[in-house]
């Protein structure tokens, strides 16, 4: 903890990806290490048929597992695949209620990063692509209620979703305890939405979990970058007043999505991110 605020890390993809310790995805030595850096919490992607197992593991080492990464397109070239992606979301929520994992981060697409990607306005009207978007939480919010899970809707670049204001015109279509957000600043940030108090306690207690990344640039593919925590635009100062004032309990995970300094500076190791972002974090969200 960092004055009463758990600390959490998402562990973005296998680990094998590039070297380090631990091969080919999370496992309990990582979760160890994590402990001993001083972390409360790991949040993972989702493994179909694994949550129960890597939960285990990670309260094996005295962590939470305070989410699982869902995030798959509702908005997509296919039809048929932002359908096939809804019945995904239902199979992963009933997972990690079984499990007992209660959060669940999801997103709206269309994701720009992929081969050929959807452009809202080009290949498909604003209109059907939020019709399409309503039709999948139509369909994934009353399961969500039904399990106690809570879908934590993050508004990620270039998606239908992008900011505080796109996301809040979702969210509050539903009206409903087990859909909010994960708070990202760092995309509001590059939307040119820069006061977190406004944004933290706009959302108040809908946030559900948040992700601790920094940002600087505009919201156009390669115009931006999420640089160390610290060196970007986020007023972590007015961050962490805006979390106390409106009482958040829950998560604060670390996304490190400085690849290049992982890759240059850790040679890929993703415990040397997570021990340096532990550190900058203790100035970052001291309380004053």
């Known amino acids: 903890m960092i004055d009463k605020l758990k600390i959490g890390l998402l562990v973005n993809g296998p680990w094998g990806d590039m070297p380090g310790p631990y091969g080919e995805e999370p496992c309990g030595e990582m979760f160890a290490d994590l402990k001993q850096i001083g972390y409360d919490a790991v949040e993972l992607l989702w493994q179909p048929g694994r949550v129960a197992e890597k939960k285990s593991a990670a309260e094996a080492a005295g962590l939470i597992l305070s989410e699982i990464v869902f995030q ?13 992606n809804v019945r995904l979301t239902a199979e992963c929520i009933k997972e990690c209620a079984a499990a007992g994992v209660d959060t669940i981060n999801v997103f709206t697409g269309p994701a720009p990063w992929i081969p050929d990607p959807v452009i809202v306005g080009k290949d498909i009207s604003q209109k059907e692509a939020w019709d399409r978007v309503f039709e999948a939480f139509d369909a ?22 992008h900011d505080f204001f796109t996301a809040k015109y979702l969210v509050d279509r539903y009206r ?8 990202d600043p760092s995309h509001d940030v590059i939307s040119n939405n820069t006061d977190m108090d406004f944004l ?15 940002a600087v640039g505009v919201m156009e593919p390669g115009r931006f970058i999420f640089p ?16 106390d004032d409106i009482g958040y309990e829950g998560v604060c995970s670390v996304e490190f999505e400085s690849a290049g300094y992982l890759a240059n500076y850790c040679g890929g190791d993703l415990r040397q991110a997570a021990r340096l972002s532990f550190e900058i974090l203790k100035k970052l969200l001291k309380k004053e």
């Open 140 to 161: 994934v919010v009353p399961v969500a209620e039904e399990n106690g899970v809570r879908l934590a809707l993050e508004g990620v670049w270039c998606h239908l979703c």
């Open 200 to 214: 933290v306690k706009g959302w108040g207690g809908a946030i559900k979990h948040i992700h601790l990344k920094d």
């Open 228 to 243: 160390l925590l610290g060196e970007g635009f986020v007023d972590w100062k007015a961050f962490r007043k805006a979390l």
């Open 176 to 183: 409903s305890d087990y859909l909010g957000v994960n708070f």
């Open 72 to 84: 798959r397109d509702y908005v997509t070239r296919d039809p048929a695949e932002g359908k096939e």
